[in-house]
Nanobody, 124 residues
Framework: QVQLVESGGGLVQAGGSLRLSCEGS????????MGWFRQAPGKEREFVAG????????LYADSVKGRFAISRDNAKKQVYLQMNSLKPEDTAIYYC?????????????????WGQGTQVTVSS
């Protein structure tokens, strides 16, 4: 079992930065692929970024490439999402998620464990 708790959301002006954190618990946390998703009002939850448990390629949605960076510290059981050059369209609830699968990593249905989410609001 993996439990996830996000933090770091808030209100920021366009062009600003935020760093989201996701703290995991459970002995198997370090073996899971971790993803960040977001859901804006009236829209479906969408993939933002993903990172494997060890070495490997990170994934990013086209809309955040070059602005967001995902990283993890398995010793601390933490996953981070550094968000720079924020835009109003980045406003959403951001969720971290975990899976043991290695395919379809951008799909919501792939992930078994989810945090409760943290609100990010970007004002214009």
């Amino acid at each position: 079992q993996v439990q996830l708790v996000e933090s770091g959301g808030g209100l920021v002006q366009a062009g600003g930065s935020l760093r989201l954190s996701c703290e995991g618990s459970g002995r198997t946390f370090s073996t899971h692929y971790m993803g960040w998703f977001r859901q804006a009002p009236g829209k479906e939850r969408e993939f933002v970024a993903g990172i494997p448990w060890s070495t490997g390629r990170t994934l990013y949605a086209d809309s955040v490439k070059g602005r967001f960076a995902i990283s993890r510290d398995n010793a601390k059981k933490q996953v981070y999402l550094q968000m720079n050059s924020l835009k109003p369209e980045d406003t959403a609830i951001y969720y971290c998620a975990a899976t043991l699968r290695f395919t379809q990593l951008t799909a919501v249905s792939t992930y078994n464990y989810w945090g409760q989410g943290t609100q990010v609001t970007v004002s214009s």
